[in-house]
């Protein structure tokens, strides 16, 4: 069967353009993959184009956005992940209107569709209590304990995203002073981020433990499960969940309700504006390449919003204070004030 004109240009979008001119990692690649997968799914069941048969022309803006009211009324997506699945064809229709000037309108038509606004989430995160209760739930007697407890350690001393810690190998940590970690994040980019002494000793005795401290292993994953193969998103997921049953059942007051490999990040950075550091800094551990990003910890800090206003502003009160600050009971004051 002749391929079609929608099957040749996603084809040359996924499998040159993103990784080639993009330089875009494997796993956004993915992500906009499915999106596209999920597109022919739709065609194909609304539409009944089977995906042997989409065409371009077929994919205008009215299609566009009626996909997109599907993802959120059959699938029940979320705006976010609604908006997420757009800038996957915006970013598709962006590139073929340079590789078929013959459907510029129609790709500027799709291009013109806007992201939906929604409320900003917000940040959820672990206090220094909190914290504490759930990296003491791993039994350091057990070798999958040991393995937790440094795992756990790692993945909130560095603000790492999950995927960098699933993706760090061993050569990327360096256990002399200065104690470092190499992360590897979104597009590629790279950073080097401290790591606190006590648990650049942990890391030590675990490579140790595993026998990764040799120059023959520097290239293996710095974190493998039973089988010996890399910890997935999901397996480290899996890991903290654990852990956070067990600290829940042990002090609730301490715990969130929904505690994810990210909220151990956001808690980095909450504990790190918390103890004065400055957004920059924050910003650069994170690797977030707009402080606008930072700032959402910023907003999300009430505490520390409380003593910047305390510290810095005069609390001005009145010199005479209303009657009835001298009554216990306002409601009493307000049922006599007019009674003769």
């Not at 979320?78 to 598709?92: E, K």
Request: net charge positive; with cysteine; glycine share 4%.
């Amino acid at each position: 069967m002749k391929p079609t004109d929608f099957s040749i240009h996603l084809t040359g979008f996924l499998g040159r353009y993103l990784p080639g001119q993009v330089g875009m990692s494997t796993n956004s690649i993915k992500s906009y993959r499915d999106t596209f997968k999920l597109l022919l799914n739709y065609c194909n069941a609304v539409h009944k184009i089977a995906p042997e048969k989409l065409l371009l022309k077929h994919l205008n803006y009215a299609m566009t956005e009626n996909f997109l009211l599907w993802l959120e009324n059959e699938r029940k997506c979320s705006t976010s992940t609604r908006n997420q699945r757009l800038t996957a064809i915006r970013s598709f229709f962006k590139y073929l209107q340079v590789q078929a000037p013959e459907y510029i309108q129609q790709c500027q038509q799709i291009l013109s569709i806007r992201t939906k606004k929604h409320p900003r989430p917000t940040v959820n995160y672990l206090t220094l209590d909190g914290m504490e209760t759930l990296l003491a739930q791993p039994d350091v007697e057990s070798e999958s304990g040991r393995r937790d407890l440094v795992l756990l350690s790692i993945l909130y001393d560095s603000g790492a995203r999950v995927q960098e810690i699933a993706d760090a190998i061993v050569a990327d940590v360096r256990l002399s002073p200065p104690h470092t970690i190499k992360l590897t994040g979104k597009g590629q980019k790279s950073r080097i981020v401290p790591l606190a002494p006590q648990n650049a000793n942990l890391l030590k005795g675990y490579l140790a433990e595993k026998g990764l401290n040799k120059p023959e292993k520097k290239l293996l994953p710095l974190f493998t499960n039973r089988s010996k193969q890399k910890l997935t998103r999901s397996g480290i997921s899996y890991i903290l969940n654990k852990y956070v049953v067990m600290a829940r059942n042990s002090t609730p007051e301490h715990v969130p309700d929904v505690v994810t490999p990210h909220c151990l990040r956001h808690s980095k950075a909450m504990h790190l504006l918390q103890a004065g550091v400055n957004l920059i800094y924050i910003r650069d551990l994170l690797g977030h390449v707009d402080i606008k990003d930072t700032e959402v910890y910023a907003r999300a800090d009430a505490e520390t919003k409380r003593k910047v206003l305390m510290d810095n502003a005069g609390i001005i009160t009145p010199s005479e204070l209303p009657p009835w600050q001298a009554n216990s009971e306002l409601a009493t004051w307000l049922r006599d004030l007019c009674n003769e």
